[in-house]
């Protein structure tokens, strides 16, 4: 019997993904709003079970697995669907809320303009995501959001 890691990898790629187009995605807010509020790039988008008040990296996205819920869809696959809570952190005091949204906006807008990559690729289900603001914490200082998405995929059984 040999081991497939296809839910380990399906966390990986949604990471890989994110960082490799969310920075984009910063950028066209930057140049969009022009209005002095410019944000810097992620200092890391990463998969971590970690408390996002401990760390010293920021602006940061921190992804959480939910939940994986798989359903038998045909002989040798399976239909997987993860639910993921991306945790956008940042501590700039500065225009805090603008800037969090605005990080928070550009992981959204990355998620939506995913598209089918190929067969091996997750696709982000598109009935909807569900964005939540925090107050700021005040010893520390650090703004946090989340995002709640679902990514799909077919898998060998």
């Known amino acids: 019997m040999s081991y497939d890691?296809?839910?380990?990898?399906?966390?990986?790629?949604?990471?890989?993904?994110l960082n490799t187009n969310?920075?984009?995605f910063v950028s066209s807010i930057n140049s969009a709003k022009?209005?002095?509020?410019?944000?810097?790039?992620?200092?890391?988008?990463?998969?971590?079970?970690?408390?996002?008040?401990?760390?010293?990296?920021?602006?940061?996205?921190?992804?959480?697995?939910?939940?994986l819920e798989t359903e038998h869809i045909s002989s040798g696959y399976d239909s997987a669907t993860m639910t993921f809570i991306g945790l956008v952190a940042i501590?700039?005091?500065?225009?805090?809320?603008?800037k969090l949204l605005r990080y928070t906006e550009a992981v959204r807008q990355a998620l939506r303009d995913h598209h089918d990559l190929g067969?091996?690729?997750?696709?982000?289900?598109p009935r909807g995501m569900t964005i939540t603001y925090y107050p700021t914490?005040?010893?520390?200082?650090i703004g946090v959001s989340t995002l709640r998405f679902r990514v799909y995929k077919d898998i060998p059984n």
């Open 5 to 17: 890691s296809t839910i380990e990898d399906m966390v990986d790629d949604v990471r890989d993904y």
């Open 22 to 24: 969310a920075p984009t």
């Open 34 to 67: 022009g209005d002095g509020t410019a944000l810097s790039a992620f200092t890391e988008i990463v998969v971590s079970d970690q408390d996002p008040y401990a760390v010293s990296k920021y602006p940061r996205v921190q992804l959480f697995v939910e939940n």
């Open 91 to 98: 501590n700039d005091k500065v225009d805090q809320r603008k």
């Open 119 to 125: 067969d091996d690729a997750f696709d982000v289900d």
């Open 137 to 141: 914490e005040p010893d520390l200082g």
